[in-house]
């Protein structure tokens, strides 16, 4: 499932979604949880039951967490776990948004590419 995460692509400072305790101190993670739950509303791309359901769906097969806690968590906070995994793979790429080169990010064979562009709009693909 493609996702058109393009207005956050261009409109956020990715630093602030996700970053590391050397940039940001031994509060990083809190720091960059608290952007992502503030900015989850503003940018809503989990929008519907079946987005949500089918980014739950890669987030389990990381087994990161128990299912009872992802049971918990609300349609906000599966929103802003999206926004970090965004932020993270437009960091991670080594890229600069305003001067993306599409072409060394897609011939990069060390990333997952979650990022692609099409019709000039910015989607993240969830597998």
């Known amino acids: 499932m493609d996702i058109d995460v393009t207005r956050f692509f261009y409109d956020e400072d990715h630093?602030?979604?996700y970053?590391?305790?050397a940039n940001l101190g031994e509060d990083a993670a809190n720091i960059t949880w608290k952007m992502a739950c503030k900015e989850a509303g503003h940018y809503n791309y989990l929008?519907?039951?079946d987005k949500r359901e089918t980014f739950l769906?890669?987030?389990?097969e990381w087994g990161a967490w128990e299912?009872?806690?992802i049971a918990k968590w609300t349609p906000t906070e599966v929103n802003a776990l999206f926004l970090q995994?965004?932020?993270a793979a437009v960091r991670e790429s080594g890229f600069n948004i305003?001067?993306?080169?599409?072409k060394a990010y897609d011939a990069d064979e060390s990333g997952n590419h979650e990022l692609?562009?099409?019709?000039?709009r910015i989607y993240y693909t969830i597998s």
């Open 19 to 21: 970053n590391s305790v």
């Open 116 to 120: 692609c562009r099409a019709d000039n």
């Open 67 to 69: 299912e009872a806690d």
């Open 47 to 49: 929008d519907t039951e």
């Open 15 to 17: 630093g602030q979604f």
């Open 98 to 102: 305003h001067n993306w080169d599409w």
């Open 85 to 87: 995994l965004v932020a």
């Open 57 to 60: 769906k890669t987030v389990r």
